[in-house]
């Protein structure tokens, strides 16, 4: 079976970091692209963060770039996505996704998504 589990989300406030990570099992993680979305509420699911098969080349939202850092560690099968200046719109509900298709900014293409954690950052 195919697991994808986030984690590190909490409430941090503004300014702050946090790392969220995202163990993914039960695929072939060197040969899928992983990718970072979130979900605000009343807001639909926009793409935040992806890396390519093999960690070459990474995609950000323009709302997160300069701040946001994605990365993953093959030996352990996990993606991270390090938040640094968090700001109070970064509040989302983050889902980490696995797709084989070379998209990786199109959550359409995405095979295989996290339950997601919470984000939620104050004042």
């Known amino acids: 079976q195919v697991q994808l589990v986030e984690s590190g989300g909490g409430l941090v406030q503004a300014g702050g970091s946090l790392r969220l990570s995202c163990a993914a099992s039960?695929?072939?993680?060197?040969?899928?692209?992983m990718g970072w979305f979130r979900q605000a509420p009343g807001k639909e699911r926009e793409f935040v963060a992806a890396s390519s098969w093999s960690g070459g080349t990474l995609y950000y939202a323009d709302s997160v770039k300069g701040r946001f850092t994605i990365s993953r560690d093959s030996a352990k099968n996990t993606v991270y996505l390090q938040m640094n200046s968090l700001k109070l719109e970064d509040t989302a509900v983050y889902y980490c996704?696995?797709?084989?298709?070379?998209?990786?900014?199109?959550?359409?293409?995405?095979?295989?998504w996290g339950q997601g954690t919470q984000v939620t950052v104050s004042s």
């Open positions: 996704a696995a797709s084989t298709a070379l998209v990786p900014r199109s959550a359409g293409g995405y095979n295989y």
């Open positions: 039960g695929l072939a993680f060197s040969r899928y692209t």
